[in-house]
């Protein structure tokens, strides 16, 4: 009587998706994969596009996002002219280190001499009193639903601004369009004062 044996061959090993690493993570590398993921965002790019575009493996631009990537300087420079941004903003200055700082850096992008003079005489004139308060109608026009999760804000905000005529708008899912990712990954990734930067950006 002949025997059967056989064999057990284990299935090649497929690289799952990268996960973030437990280890703690440098505050720079966090700060920087936050900053190329809202870059990211903000171009409408896929991390795939952004990584063809640079010329460097997904993988590798997703350890950097996670904040466990220790890039070189030249794939600093390759992602940075993927995402059409300088390397100094890509790296972070003080015009990056607020959602403030940000907006204030977009006005005055691209201008000239004479109306950065203008702007810094105006900003001079503000902050010693001199200038005259400005008009915020708008957001004095503004209500505001705030409660815990699931107390039915959504729905009592909804048939509320339905009938006094109100645009309804969920600060949630404004935040989750800012950073490309959901409101558990930003504090799961970035922690919470990259989601009230997110946040306080969102409420401009």
């Known amino acids: 009587m002949?025997?059967?044996?056989?064999?057990?061959?284990?299935?090649?090993?497929?690289?799952?998706?990268?996960?973030?690493?437990?280890?703690?993570?440098?505050?720079?590398l966090l700060a920087l994969g936050e900053r190329v993921r809202m870059l990211r965002s903000r171009r409408g790019m896929t991390r795939k596009a952004v990584a063809v575009a640079a010329d460097v493996s997904e993988r590798?631009?997703?350890?950097?996002?996670?904040?466990?990537?220790?890039?070189?300087?030249?794939?600093?420079?390759?992602?940075?002219?993927?995402?059409?941004?300088?390397?100094?903003?890509l790296l972070g200055d003080v015009t990056?280190?607020?959602?403030?700082?940000?907006?204030?850096?977009?006005?005055?992008?691209?201008?000239?001499?004479?109306?950065?003079?203008?702007?810094?005489?105006?900003?001079?004139?503000?902050?010693d009193g001199h200038a005259a308060p400005v008009n915020d109608a708008g957001r004095q026009a503004r209500i505001a639903l705030i409660g815990l999760r699931g107390a039915g804000k959504s729905t009592l905000g909804q048939r509320l601004a339905d009938d006094l005529g109100y645009a309804f708008i969920e600060l949630s899912r404004e935040i989750e369009k800012f950073a490309g990712c959901s409101i558990s990954e930003i504090h799961a990734l970035y922690g919470t004062p990259a989601y009230r930067r997110y946040e306080r950006r969102a409420l401009e």
């Open 2 to 28: 002949k025997e059967s044996a056989t064999l057990d061959v284990a299935p090649e090993a497929v690289p799952g998706p990268v996960e973030p690493d437990e280890s703690p993570r440098h505050p720079f």
């Open 96 to 127: 990056t280190s607020s959602p403030e700082w940000l907006l204030i850096r977009e006005l005055l992008e691209k201008r000239d001499e004479a109306d950065l003079r203008r702007v810094r005489v105006a900003i001079g004139g503000l902050l």
């Open 60 to 89: 590798h631009l997703a350890n950097l996002e996670y904040g466990t990537g220790n890039a070189s300087i030249l794939v600093l420079l390759q992602v940075a002219q993927a995402l059409q941004c300088s390397l100094t903003e």
